[in-house]
């Protein structure tokens, strides 16, 4: 739902007050947003913690997370240039341990796959082409089996988890849900309906299926958003151009 005045004016003062020099773009979707990572070192001194409070004001703080010694934020790469960002989440899958806890700090569970509506998006640029072996959303069977591998493959395949082949570039990618219509978007292009019979959870693993799996995702993350109860617009089963229009960054200016 749009912003009105008066909450802008909410969100600004809540910026300024916790910001850490950056100004979060005001977001249509902010009742929504559970997380928010922008995944850069310009914003805080890990790079990896949650500032979706910053942005939905009916949230108290952080998300609490774990974080492995190889989940760290690089300065070699990154998504975006304007503004500047100073790296992104290189995950090198030794030791790469990342989870939230999205229902911490009056935060939201994901709902069941089979009813619930979410988004959960980012940007990746994969490093490692092998099926299976690059694990990146999970619930770590935390209700179920919930697990996306997203390598620099070039096919999606359906047929054992769900696998993303996103090429070697950094992309979009959109995990949807809506109200248990599943859907899967790469630069908001429709690749396909993904499966899972999970029934909810709170710890959203990332990087990783759990932390004692070795087949880690290999590769960058930058803005990682994860939004309960919206799929925020993003349908349409065009599979030949975009069926709607990618989201800015998370930091408007630092």
Same mark, same amino acid.
């Given at each position: 739902?749009?912003?009105?005045?008066?909450?802008?004016?909410?969100?600004?003062?809540?910026?300024?007050?916790?910001?850490?020099?950056?100004?979060?773009?005001?977001?249509?979707?902010?009742?929504?947003?559970?997380?928010?990572?922008?995944?850069?070192?310009?914003?805080?001194?890990?790079?990896?913690?949650?500032?979706?409070?910053?942005?939905?004001?009916?949230?108290?703080?952080?998300?609490?997370?774990?974080?492995?010694?190889?989940?760290?934020?690089?300065?070699?790469?990154?998504?975006?240039?304007?503004?500047? !960002?100073?790296?992104?989440?290189?995950?090198?899958?030794?030791? /790469? @341990?990342? =989870?939230?806890?999205?229902?911490? &700090?009056? +935060?939201?569970?994901?709902?069941?796959?089979?009813?619930?509506?979410?988004?959960?998006?980012?940007?990746?640029?994969?490093?490692?082409?092998?099926?299976?072996?690059?694990?990146?959303?999970?619930?770590?069977?935390?209700?179920?089996?919930?697990?996306?591998?997203?390598?620099?493959?070039?096919?999606?395949?359906?047929?054992?988890?769900?696998?993303?082949?996103?090429?070697?570039?950094?992309?979009?990618?959109?995990?949807?849900?809506?109200?248990?219509?599943?859907?899967? !978007?790469?630069?908001?292009?429709?690749?396909?309906?993904?499966? /899972? @019979?999970? =029934?909810?959870?709170?710890?959203? &693993?990332? +990087?990783?299926?759990?932390?004692?799996?070795?087949?880690?995702?290999?590769?960058?993350?930058?803005?990682?958003?994860?939004?309960?109860?919206?799929?925020?617009?993003?349908?349409?089963?065009?599979?030949?151009?975009?069926?709607?229009?990618?989201?800015?960054?998370?930091?408007?200016?630092?």
């Amino acid at each position: 739902m749009p912003l009105g005045a008066a909450r802008l004016n909410t969100l600004a003062r809540h910026v300024a007050a916790g910001g850490g020099g950056a100004t979060y773009r005001a977001d249509a979707y902010d009742d929504y947003l559970e997380l928010a990572v922008t995944f850069d070192d310009t914003v805080d001194g890990s790079g990896t913690e949650d500032v979706a409070y910053l942005i939905n004001t009916t949230l108290t703080d952080a998300k609490t997370k774990t974080q492995g010694g190889s989940s760290t934020i690089n300065g070699d790469d990154n998504y975006w240039s304007s503004p500047d !960002y100073e790296g992104s989440l290189d995950n090198a899958r030794v030791n /790469s @341990a990342l =989870t939230y806890n999205l229902s911490s &700090n009056g +935060g939201s569970s994901m709902p069941a796959s089979n009813s619930g509506t979410f988004v959960i998006e980012g940007w990746f640029k994969a490093e490692n082409s092998s099926t299976n072996s690059n694990w990146c959303i999970s619930s770590a069977d935390s209700g179920g089996r919930f697990l996306f591998g997203i390598n620099n493959g070039s096919s999606f395949s359906w047929a054992n988890e769900n696998n993303a082949g996103i090429g070697t570039a950094w992309c979009h990618i959109a995990i949807v849900n809506t109200n248990g219509s599943r859907r899967f !978007y790469k630069d908001g292009v429709y690749k396909g309906a993904w499966y /899972s @019979a999970n =029934t909810g959870f709170s710890i959203l &693993n990332i +990087g990783q299926f759990n932390s004692g799996d070795g087949n880690d995702y290999i590769g960058r993350i930058q803005d990682l958003r994860v939004y309960i109860g919206t799929n925020k617009g993003y349908t349409g089963a065009n599979s030949s151009s975009a069926n709607f229009t990618l989201p800015s960054s998370i930091v408007e200016s630092f």
